[in-house]
């Protein structure tokens, strides 16, 4: 195929070749920075010391918030002192402690690559975005090609590459009969210049 119809219609040679993966530089850069392996190892940290989520600065101001609601209600109930309340901060602080460290645990899990919900699942569907529009252009200078050999074949049917056109027999559909005479040839010949 010549410059034209490929210009118009896009790709269409069966030699061309799909798309190559994105490197990981593009596709995860945090990883790429040995980001996975410094979340890896603070998970790992977690998991054998949980404890340790309790000094972080993050659960700190979550607790000290929590404990200030709790004694601002206790206050205003006028139960500040009571057991009742010591019960509420006892669980107040238990709470606190379990959904941060679940947070923790998941976030860092999903920046070191330990769970399925990662980013590099990015590169996957970049890679098979790029190999959809590939599809996608070969398909449409497939349709595009098709249309080319109806309108070939409709012109040679109406006489005018010189095969006599439908009245002599030469009916031919570029593509699906190939047989009508000489005006497939020069039909060819006029698709091949394009």
């Known amino acids: 195929m010549g410059g034209v119809v490929q210009s118009i219609f896009g790709g269409g040679s069966s030699g061309t070749?799909?798309?190559a993966p994105l490197p990981q530089s593009q596709t995860d850069p945090y990883g790429a920075i040995g980001g996975r392996t410094a979340a890896a190892n603070q998970l790992l940290?977690?998991?054998?010391?949980?404890?340790?989520?309790?000094?972080?600065?993050?659960y700190q101001q979550q607790l000290q918030q929590g404990?200030?609601?709790?004694?601002?209600?206790?206050?205003?109930?006028?139960?500040?002192?009571?057991?009742?309340?010591?019960?509420?901060?006892?669980?107040?602080g238990q709470n606190t402690f379990g959904a941060y460290y679940q947070q923790m645990l998941g976030n860092l899990g999903s920046l070191s690559g330990a769970t399925s919900q990662t980013p590099?699942?990015?590169?996957?569907?970049?890679?098979?975005?790029?190999?959809?529009?590939?599809?996608?252009?070969?398909?449409?200078?497939?349709?595009?090609?098709?249309?080319?050999?109806?309108?070939?074949?409709?012109?040679?049917?109406?006489?005018?590459?010189?095969?006599?056109?439908?009245?002599?027999?030469?009916?031919?559909?570029?593509?699906?009969?190939?047989?009508g005479g000489g005006g497939t040839a020069e039909a060819l010949a006029l698709l091949a210049t394009l």
């Not at 940290?45 to 993050?58: E, I, K, L, Q």
């Not at 004694?71 to 500040?80: D, E, F, N, R, V």
Request: proline content about 3%.
């Open 17 to 19: 070749a799909s798309p």
């Open 45 to 58: 940290g977690f998991m054998n010391n949980p404890s340790s989520a309790m000094s972080s600065p993050g």
């Open 120 to 179: 590099a699942g990015g590169a996957q569907a970049q890679t098979q975005s790029a190999q959809m529009a590939y599809n996608a252009q070969n398909q449409n200078a497939q349709s595009g090609l098709g249309l080319v050999g109806m309108a070939l074949g409709g012109a040679n049917s109406a006489g005018l590459f010189g095969g006599g056109g439908a009245a002599a027999g030469g009916v031919d559909l570029v593509g699906s009969s190939m047989g």
């Open 67 to 92: 404990q200030n609601a709790q004694q601002a209600a206790g206050a205003a109930s006028g139960t500040l002192q009571s057991g009742a309340q010591a019960n509420a901060l006892q669980s107040m």
